[in-house]
Each structure stands twice: as structure tokens, then as C-alpha cells.
């Protein structure tokens, strides 16, 4: 069996527990592979006979990747298999770790399950941006959200969001995301977003600290294509794919579209989307119950 992994930035502490993770993976006879950035950042004292690959590589023969971090590390996963949709486990060694959910004390059974065949794959939609002049090279695709945001100034934007040609609102505000059923959980959620199930086939249009108390977040088809104009004071502005930013100015065409590959989740027996709103966001929490 052939796994990849990712990790990144770790701390001294998690070097045991990670050379644990190869050392069980070697047990089952699997062939590993690791991005050049794991490499890089994890030091072992042991020779680990692993295969190295750069961002970009094609990783269509993979039978699962391993995302070792938080939901940034993992968001970045997604990036290094694009569309050949390998199924993903995320082992949280962050903070949150809301879709990385197995804890460190839980790898051990998760890797198990995974080798045994006892798990199931939950697909999530991601979406892509359109974009002239081209941004973000080959990477055009974000799970969690696209955002588009103020730069090097104080004062607000004006967004024009359309929705299949037709205007949906002029947003004067800090700025709009717009955030898959994934997403929803993120940064749309502490601008005032909605939580959106995964199979709800819908995107979330959320402005940053709209200078209007009439915008309010909306949910749209993600049948739908979003095009988007932006104006302001400054001639520089934000726009990001998850993590990732580049600056562009007024003059730039944005669409965004439902991408036509979708990241695969592995999820475990127990495990479910509620019972993860629950824990990680202590949602419903409340003395009565």
C-alpha cells in the first residue's frame, strides 16, 4: 500500500510521536512517501526509507494521504493531490483540528482501521476560481472558502457580487468570502456565517464587517457562478484560495465556480458531522444538558 504524507512547523515535542506514526506504517509494509516540506522539518534519528515529492508532482498512485498538523496542514494536503482525489486521514497534532479529527491518542486505532479497511470516505466540494490575469498557478481550488479583502489601507471596499449575472448586492464593507458547506465552519462563521452541512450543494456569500446592517450572509446553488468587482480607495486588494494570498488590483476579472473534483475525508466508525460541531465547537453546550 502506498501512503502519503504532509506535515509542517513542528514542535520538538511531537518528533516521538510522528517517528511512531512511520514506524507503524512500516509495520503494515507500506510503501511512504513524504512531501519535500515534511521532510525538511522533521529531524529522526533513524534512516526512514521514504520517498520524497515536491508540490505540483503527480501523486495519482497513492492509495491514502496522511495529513500530520492542524486544518491548515490539511487544507494544504489538499492542495499536493488535487484532482486525483486521494482519500485523506487528518491526524490533529494542532490546535482546533476540526477536519483533522484523530487526536494523537486515537492514531494508533485510526491507522489500524485504515489498513483493515474499516472506515468510510465522506466527500466534500471545493471551489474553483477563474481569474484574469491567471492567479495561484496550478492550485486554483480551495475547500474551506475564497476571500477577498482590503490591503494597506483603513478605510472599506465595495465588492459587486452577481450570481449567475444577475446582481446580488454591493457590499461596502472590509471584505466578502465566499465559503463552501466545508468552509462554513471557518472564517465565514466568526464573520456571522451560517453552518452549513457538507451535502447541502450550496456556497455561503459572507461580508467582513459590512458597513451596512442590511448585509447579511447568504446562501446560494453552488450550481451557481459568482463573479465579483471590486472597488476602493486603495488600487491594491487580498483575495485568497484557504491559506493562500496574492494581491491584485481593480482591474482584475474573478469567477467562482463548484470545482469538478471534490477532496475525500476519511472518516471513522463513531465519527460524524454533528458530533464534531459538538466537541470542537461546544456547540449546543449547555448547563441543562
Given at each position: 500500500?502506498?501512503?502519503?504524507?504532509?506535515?509542517?512547523d513542528?514542535?520538538?515535542?511531537?518528533?516521538r510521536?510522528?517517528?511512531?506514526?512511520?514506524?507503524?506504517?512500516?509495520?503494515?509494509?507500506?510503501?511512504?512517501?513524504?512531501?519535500?516540506?515534511?521532510?525538511?522539518?522533521?529531524?529522526?534519528?533513524?534512516?526512514?526509507?521514504?520517498?520524497?515529492?515536491e508540490?505540483?508532482?503527480?501523486?495519482?498512485?497513492?492509495?491514502?494521504?496522511?495529513?500530520?498538523?492542524?486544518?491548515?496542514?490539511?487544507?494544504?494536503?489538499?492542495?499536493?493531490?488535487?484532482?486525483?482525489?486521494?482519500?485523506?486521514?487528518?491526524?490533529?497534532?494542532?490546535?482546533?483540528?476540526?477536519?483533522?479529527?484523530?487526536?494523537?491518542?486515537?492514531?494508533?486505532?485510526?491507522?489500524?482501521?485504515?489498513?483493515?479497511?474499516?472506515?468510510s470516505?465522506?466527500?466534500?466540494?471545493?471551489?474553483?476560481?477563474?481569474?484574469?490575469?491567471?492567479l495561484?498557478?496550478?492550485?486554483?481550488?480551495a475547500?474551506?472558502?475564497?476571500?477577498?479583502?482590503?490591503?494597506?489601507?483603513?478605510?472599506?471596499?465595495?465588492?459587486?457580487?452577481?450570481?449567475?449575472?444577475?446582481?446580488?448586492?454591493?457590499?461596502?464593507?472590509?471584505?466578502?468570502?465566499?465559503?463552501?458547506?466545508?468552509?462554513?465552519?471557518?472564517?465565514?462563521?466568526?464573520c456571522?456565517?451560517?453552518?452549513?452541512?457538507?451535502?447541502?450543494?450550496?456556497?455561503?456569500?459572507?461580508?467582513?464587517?459590512?458597513?451596512?446592517?442590511?448585509?447579511?450572509?447568504?446562501?446560494?446553488?453552488?450550481?451557481?457562478?459568482?463573479?465579483?468587482?471590486?472597488?476602493?480607495?486603495?488600487?491594491?486588494?487580498?483575495?485568497?484560495?484557504?491559506?493562500?494570498?496574492?494581491?491584485?488590483?481593480?482591474?482584475?476579472?474573478?469567477?467562482?465556480?463548484?470545482?469538478?473534483?471534490?477532496?475525500?475525508?476519511?472518516?471513522?466508525?463513531?465519527?460524524?458531522?454533528?458530533?464534531?460541531?459538538r466537541?470542537?465547537?461546544?456547540?449546543?453546550?449547555?448547563?441543562?444538558?
Amino acid at each position: 500500500m502506498r501512503i502519503g504524507i504532509h506535515g509542517r512547523d513542528f514542535q520538538q515535542k511531537s518528533s516521538r510521536f510522528i517517528e511512531r506514526v512511520l514506524s507503524t506504517l512500516l509495520k503494515y509494509k507500506a510503501e511512504i512517501h513524504v512531501s519535500s516540506k515534511f521532510q525538511k522539518h522533521f529531524k529522526s534519528s533513524r534512516d526512514y526509507k521514504v520517498k520524497v515529492f515536491e508540490h505540483g508532482d503527480s501523486l495519482k498512485n497513492l492509495d491514502f494521504f496522511i495529513s500530520l498538523g492542524g486544518d491548515g496542514t490539511l487544507l494544504e494536503s489538499v492542495t499536493y493531490i488535487g484532482k486525483f482525489e486521494t482519500p485523506v486521514l487528518g491526524i490533529n497534532t494542532g490546535r482546533l483540528g476540526f477536519l483533522a479529527t484523530i487526536s494523537r491518542e486515537e492514531t494508533d486505532h485510526a491507522l489500524d482501521s485504515l489498513f483493515k479497511g474499516n472506515y468510510s470516505v465522506e466527500s466534500r466540494t471545493m471551489l474553483r476560481l477563474v481569474s484574469d490575469p491567471k492567479l495561484f498557478g496550478d492550485f486554483r481550488f480551495a475547500l474551506n472558502d475564497f476571500t477577498i479583502m482590503k490591503k494597506d489601507t483603513s478605510s472599506m471596499i465595495t465588492v459587486h457580487v452577481s450570481v449567475d449575472g444577475e446582481l446580488l448586492n454591493s457590499y461596502w464593507a472590509d471584505g466578502v468570502i465566499v465559503s463552501t458547506p466545508t468552509g462554513s465552519t471557518g472564517y465565514s462563521l466568526s464573520c456571522g456565517g451560517p453552518l452549513v452541512f457538507p451535502e447541502s450543494e450550496s456556497f455561503v456569500v459572507t461580508p467582513v464587517s459590512p458597513h451596512n446592517l442590511g448585509a447579511r450572509p447568504i446562501v446560494v446553488s453552488d450550481k451557481s457562478e459568482l463573479t465579483f468587482r471590486i472597488e476602493g480607495r486603495s488600487k491594491k486588494f487580498l483575495v485568497s484560495l484557504d491559506s493562500r494570498f496574492e494581491t491584485v488590483d481593480e482591474t482584475v476579472k474573478l469567477k467562482v465556480l463548484k470545482e469538478r473534483f471534490k477532496a475525500n475525508l476519511i472518516q471513522l466508525p463513531g465519527q460524524h458531522y454533528f458530533k464534531t460541531l459538538r466537541q470542537k465547537l461546544n456547540w449546543g453546550l449547555d448547563i441543562r444538558n
